[in-house]
Structure formats: C-alpha cells, structure tokens
C-alpha cells in the first residue's frame, strides 16, 4: 500500500449529509479495506425539517440496496411527481415542473423542441398535457410504474417527501451494519498537516483526537473544517436568489395529500 493510500476516513457531523456519506462509502468500498468513522454530538441539533426530493434520490438508495417499501416506512414518506410553483414569476401565475419526459422524441428531436414550433402557428394546448406525471399530478393519482412497464407509464417518475431527521436515523443503522463507527463528541478544533495544508485530525472537547486521511464536512453551514479551518471561501449567489431565508412551519394536513410539492 503506497503512502498516499487512504486507510481511515472521518465524517465530520452527521443528519443526512453525514450518514448519505457514510453509507455510500460502506457500501461502495471493499469491506474493510477503509476504517470510516463518523463523528456527531447530540448537543448539536439539525435542521431537522421535512425534505421535498428529486428523483436521483431512488438510484442512491438502489446503490445501497435499500429496499424502496422499507424506506417509505421508516421516514414515514410520501410521494411527489414535480413541484408546484406559485407566484413566483408574479402574484396569480403558477408553474408546475413535472418529473420525467414531456411526449415522445421524434428522430432525434426533442418533444418539447416539436411543441414550440408547432405552437408558433397554431393554439396548442399546455405541453403539461404531454407529461404523465403532470396529468397525474393534477388528477391528485399517483401509481408506481412496475419494472416492466411501458409506454406512457414507464413516463411517471418521482420522488419523495420525507422526514430528514428519520432518513438520517435510517441511513445511520445501514452504515453501522456495514461497520461505519459513530464517535460521540463536540469537535472543538482541526490540525492541519504542515508540510501539505490538509486536515490531519479532529479534537474533541473531552481532548480525544481523532486522526485520518481523508475528512469530508457535513457540519452543515458552520464549515467547520471547509469555512473555519481551511477558508476556502463563500460564493454569494445573492444576486441571483432573491429569496435569502426559509421558515419551517409544521401545521396539520388539510386533507389528503398532493402528489406533488407546493
């Protein structure tokens, strides 16, 4: 093994960023061939909020090997086929983006390509008329498409509302089967190695030091070791998001719920 080879792993903080983490290195390295630990304190709370995904989130819990009814059942989930923007260009207007393809390619062109040529010469109707998930979406239905499923059914694609906190939880008991070891403890200080800059080991506040090749950051927006320790600088996409802030607000359902976010 070279001198550069990575033997130890550390995660620093945990919530679904820390466990995503770990348990796609446990489960896409060889067993054993890394020691992972992740370290996280229970006096450092997460944000802790409902999560509204996209659908790239089934293919990584298929790389896990998660069992998709499992999954559903611990983060007590739901699922969504787009999102629903309201007010957003101005007051009255509404936006729906759908998941998966509008209509059919044809000879190479896109549909939606198709549509606004065709639309230019005469009244269409909303290209959402094309889009199985947007049809579906507003018809408030929702049907997992079997593996074999064709044409236009093999077209609703989704995602999934979830309780972060509970997804954490469930990622953490798949990481640790896999051997990932969690540390209890508050970092309160990062070392850097003095010839090449990197991170070289952690400190906790009871003074225990935890040392390895390679530190990944889920401290979450403190930085601890990207922001605080190596600096490497913030990007204000300010001009661009004029929405600065979000507020979290639990409230009763209504009735049942939509396919989609809001």
């Not at 207007?93 to 198709?114: C, I, K, S, T």
Request: overall charge negative; glycine content about 12%; some cysteine.
């Amino acid at each position: 093994m070279s001198d550069y080879a990575i033997r130890k792993v550390v995660i620093v903080g945990g919530g679904t960023a820390g466990w995503m983490a770990a348990a796609a290195l446990s489960t896409s390295l060889p067993s054993g061939s890394v020691e992972i630990e992740l370290v996280e304190s229970d006096e450092i709370g997460t944000v802790g909020v409902g999560e509204a995904t996209i659908p790239p989130l089934i293919a990584f819990n298929d790389m896990l090997g998660l069992k998709e009814d499992e999954f559903i059942a611990a983060t007590q989930g739901t699922f969504k086929l787009g999102i629903e923007f309201v007010d957003w260009g101005a007051l009255g207007e509404r936006y729906f983006h759908p998941f998966g393809a509008h209509g059919a390619d044809l000879n190479g062109v896109h549909f939606h390509q198709l549509y606004l040529r065709d639309a230019k010469h005469r009244p269409l109707p909303d290209i959402r008329e094309w889009s199985m998930s947007a049809v579906a979406a507003e018809l408030g239905r929702f049907a997992r498409p079997g593996p074999g499923a064709r044409l236009p059914l093999s077209q609703l694609v989704y995602a999934f509302h979830l309780d972060a906190g509970l997804y954490g939880q469930f990622l953490r008991r798949h990481a640790e089967n896999k051997g990932v070891r969690r540390v209890e403890g508050k970092i309160v200080e990062a070392s850097l190695d003095s010839e090449t800059g990197h991170v070289r080991s952690v400190t906790l506040a009871d003074g225990r030091t935890i040392e390895g090749e390679l530190f990944i950051d889920c401290s979450g927006f403190r930085g601890l070791l990207i922001e605080e320790k190596l600096g490497t600088g913030y990007v204000d996409w300010g001009k661009w998001l004029v929405c600065d802030r979000a507020i979290a607000v639990p409230c009763p359902l209504p009735g049942p719920p939509d396919p989609f976010t809001r």
